[in-house]
């Protein structure tokens, strides 16, 4: 079955799973909003059918996909099914999933931005009943991440003004912070009308978030520490030049080509540190950071019909590539908490086990 792939953050794999395997999923993690999210019992993901979109859900005891529906005879066939009824709220789609703390959240978008836009997200019990609204985006808004923390909603939004003939309608981003025990909204930062700054989310820990804010014209990148307690932003690091990262303890993780190295950076002492080292390959290099792997790419060809994309996946906890030489068709985008990946082969999702043999989500 094709599988649907919609809008996200760095979102771009196979599993050996026995049965009454479970995962233990880190109640201190952050919880971003995805094509897939992960359970202590399965993985719930975006799929399609000749019926239309819906939810589905993977049982890691049963090991097989179902719909996500709970209706007593239902064939899972047609738009009365629950599976199909959630995948869309008021017209609008669905686009990605969380899970987090034995709850589902359901963010539906229409990609519009403007002030027709019904985008919002929606909190649900693991099996989808029970959605009630959680949080509206704000007007103008386009997402680039959401996550969940501590049951509390972390946005960064593009901020959409008036189209025309020498604007793209981005006129910056905003970070917001939704306290969901006050059902306040406050915002954390914003490049409003400097469309060359770019807020985001880099990290999670010890109840504080971090994020950077990436200024295109000056190659700027600090790092910033916002505390929900105190409401407060702290510039932690001026000096920080990485992108297309995630902060795993203290750390940045990144790939430099240059050195065909894998290096961390720690963002409070400003120390780096040689990793492991990697093979280079023909095409121009990119590298992203996050969910316990670096991704290292290489793409030939960029822009035409004949670009191709090759993929290395290196495992920080492990300090192990996951793959024996670049792939073209298989990519990991996430390890699990017990050491299982999320990732895709041939853009079709996948699980990978340990040693990554795997089976697809069906």
């Given amino acids: 079955m094709k599988k649907l792939f919609l809008i996200t953050i760095l979102l771009l794999g196979m599993l050996g799973c026995s049965k ?5 999923i880190d109640p201190s993690a952050a919880s971003e909003f995805m094509g897939v999210s992960v359970s202590e019992n399965g993985v719930y993901y975006l799929a399609e059918s000749d019926n239309g979109n819906y939810v589905a859900f993977y049982d890691f005891n049963a090991q097989k996909s179902v719909p996500l529906c709970n209706k007593a005879n239902c064939r899972h066939d047609s738009l009365d099914c629950h599976a199909y009824e959630i995948a869309s709220y ?11 703390h034995d709850n589902l959240y359901l963010f539906y978008t229409s990609y519009e931005g403007d002030d027709t836009s019904a985008d919002v997200i929606m909190k649900a019990d693991i099996d989808g009943t029970n959605r009630e609204e959680f949080y509206k985006i704000p007007n103008h808004g386009l997402v680039n991440q959401a996550f969940i923390f501590n049951n509390n909603l972390y946005l960064s939004c593009n901020v959409v003004g008036e189209l025309d003939e020498t604007s793209s309608g981005i006129t910056g981003t905003v970070l917001y912070f939704y306290n969901s025990e006050n059902g306040e909204t406050n915002v954390l930062d914003s ?7 770019f807020l985001y989310f880099v990290g999670f820990k010890d109840e504080k978030a971090y994020y950077i804010s990436s200024d295109a014209s000056k190659k700027e990148r600090p790092v910033y520490e916002f505390d929900p307690k105190t409401g407060e932003n702290l510039l932690i690091n001026a000096e920080n030049t990485l992108e297309s990262v995630f902060m795993i303890d203290d750390e940045f993780y990144f790939a430099d080509n240059d050195t065909a190295m894998i290096k961390a950076y720690n963002i409070f002492d400003k120390s780096t540190s040689d990793v492991a080292s990697f093979k280079p390959h023909e095409g121009k290099f990119l590298y992203q ?4 792997v670096i991704r290292i790419k290489y793409v030939t060809d960029p822009g035409t019909l ?13 300090g192990a590539f ?14 699990l908490d017990n050491g299982m990946y999320i990732g895709t082969v041939n853009y079709e999702y996948i699980l990978f086990d340990e040693n990554m043999k795997g089976i697809k989500i069906d």
């Fill in 20 to 24: 009454d395997r479970t995962l233990e």
């Fill in 90 to 100: 008021q017209n609008t789609p669905l686009a990605t999933i969380s899970y987090y």
């Fill in 191 to 197: 490049s409003k009308d400097n469309p060359d700054l």
């Fill in 289 to 292: 950071s996050g969910n316990g």
């Fill in 306 to 318: 004949d670009s191709k994309m090759y993929t290395q996946v290196y495992d920080i906890e492990k």
């Fill in 322 to 335: 996951l793959f024996d030489d670049y792939s073209q068709s298989d990519d990991v985008m996430k390890k």
